[in-house]
């Protein structure tokens, strides 16, 4: 069975752009979540998401946004992008019993 | 809400040496908990959790953990380490769901492994 794929697994941007990572989840696996790694601040939980649905959500601006699809791939988009979104971005995908597996994540710098 | 702290930031210790990373959380009730390591460069991966029952936990790679109630930890522990063991360690709190799984996890901020030869 593959595992969580995300892609692309680097990026440069710079400030004031938009930024769109992906995720497809394993397969079978329902629901999404995406947490931000930096070195100062670790690891955060973003949002997750359930059958096309919102489930949770972390304490980020509303630059940060997300969306599942009908096949359970995931998508999040930080828009107007600051110096301090640099960071490495995890997907997770869970299954039924809610242990999480990462992805590689994506490693985003801003310039 | 629920809280992680991992007080040790490095740990050094030479192959075959034993290994004891601290983890203590913070929650009204019992919580699922989880330690999950990383390498550079990668992902995270579970190495064991604890949901209910037995206190003492066996996970992957030869890893183990402890819940204590009484002490709020779910230190994580190795008998002998090898050199292949040098990554980061994280453990984390998930608050359980009426479902069985848990809620989104909160993570601590990692223990950085460094094995001597």
């Known amino acids: 069975k593959a595992g969580v794929t995300q892609t692309p697994r680097y990026l440069i941007k710079t400030r004031g752009q938009q930024v769109t990572l992906s995720c497809s989840p394993i397969?079978?696996?329902?629901?999404v979540s995406w947490y931000q790694q930096t070195p100062g601040q670790g690891l955060q939980f973003l949002f997750e998401y359930f059958s096309e649905t919102q489930r949770n959500k972390g304490n980020f601006p509303g630059r940060f946004s997300g969306r599942q699809f009908s096949n359970s791939r995931s998508e999040m988009n930080v828009s107007t992008l600051e110096l301090g979104d640099s960071a490495l971005y995890l997907c997770?995908?869970?299954?039924?019993?809610?242990?999480?597996?990462f992805g590689e994540g994506s490693r985003l710098t801003v310039l | 809400a629920q809280s992680v702290t991992q007080p040790d930031i490095h740990i050094t210790v030479s192959e075959g040496a034993s290994l004891e990373l601290r983890c203590n959380y913070s929650y009204g009730a019992t919580p699922y908990l989880f330690w999950y390591v990383q390498s550079p460069g990668q992902g995270l991966q579970l190495l064991l959790k604890y949901f209910s029952g037995d206190t003492l936990v066996q996970g992957i790679k030869g890893f183990e953990a402890e819940f204590k109630r009484s002490q709020s930890s779910f230190n994580l522990r190795k008998p002998s380490v090898h050199w292949s063991d040098a990554a980061e360690y994280f453990c984390?709190?998930?608050?359980?769901?009426?479902?069985?799984?848990?809620?989104?996890?909160?993570f601590g901020s990692g223990t950085q492994l460094t094995v001597l030869p």
């Open positions: 997770a995908s869970r299954d039924d019993t809610g242990e999480l597996f």
């Open positions: 984390a709190v998930g608050v359980p769901r009426s479902s069985g799984s848990a809620r989104q996890l909160t």
């Open positions: 397969s079978g696996h329902r629901s």
